[in-house]
């Protein structure tokens, strides 16, 4: 029976660096996403990006319209900028599309983006929406570093501009592929006017820091919590613990 169970640990032993090497070979290289729920502005441009050209497609059933002020808008503003397919302010994240016709038109539901951070995790929602290009066998005329055969085309391309994939090869002789930006593109409503690279990344790093508070809205005021509680408890202890090293060292001086 020992020998058994020291086979086994053994075969397992085995397995896992080759699952890792494997799990590390597929796909490209994430980039990590300059993820910060408390940067609340963020999140404010996050959900105006959002609403503007995601909610058409995609919901966030599992999100409500009032769970916004957690991100220091004000009830008003939430019903001015950002309530498109609704007046009440409790209601959920949806969109108006059926969902019969996204399957039709689309060949799949889009999907719920609720939890679509914590399922895919950030750093793959933010290569995602950073790695269209131009792929002329796609219907869309689109395609995906990140997500091969993507189905959705890329509906910020006036933002980014036009890629084309490039395969080169590295130092081990190894192909890799990179992303190469043909067109400018314009990004006219933001204020800086012409989009380039790092304002193009900076407002997908906004979205992605959106859909991660979508994710969990409760983090936000969760982590404020934790940080009132934190300094509380060292204020609160910090006496007891100079007092206790007085009556502990006294004797020895």
Known sequence: MNKTIRQLIAAVALLVP????????????????????????????????FVNYCLSCHSASAMRYNRLTDIGLS??????N??????????????AMDKKDAKGWFGAT??????????????????????????????????N????????????????????????????GHEEHKLELVKAGSLTKLENGK??????????ADLTNFLVYVGEPAQVKRHQIGY??????????????YFLKKAYWKDLH
């Not at 494997?22 to 502005?41: C, H, R, V, W």
């Not at 950002?82 to 969109?95: Q, S, V």
């Not at 890329?154 to 080169?168: A, R, S």
């Not at 204020?235 to 007891?240: C, D, G, Q, R």
């Open 18 to 49: 080759a699952a890792g090497a494997l799990a590390a070979s597929e796909g490209p290289a994430l980039e990590k996403a300059p993820i910060n729920i408390q940067d609340t502005e963020s999140l404010q441009r996050g959900a105006q990006i």
């Open 75 to 80: 009830e008003e503003q939430i019903k001015s």
């Open 82 to 95: 950002l309530m498109l397919n609704t007046d009440k302010i409790g209601e959920p994240m949806n969109i």
């Open 110 to 143: 889009p999907p719920d983006l609720s939890v679509i951070a914590r399922s895919r995790g950030a750093d793959y929602l933010y290569g995602y929406l950073r790695g269209f290009y131009r792929d002329d066998t796609r219907p869309t005329g689109w395609n």
């Open 145 to 172: 570093l990140v997500f091969d055969k993507v189905g959705m085309p890329h509906i910020l391309w006036q933002w980014q501009g036009e890629q084309v994939l490039k395969t080169e090869k590295n130092a081990e």
């Open 195 to 204: 989009a380039n690279t790092a304002e193009f990344d900076k407002r997908m």
């Open 228 to 241: 009132v509680v934190l300094m509380y408890l060292f204020l609160l202890l910090l006496p007891f613990a």
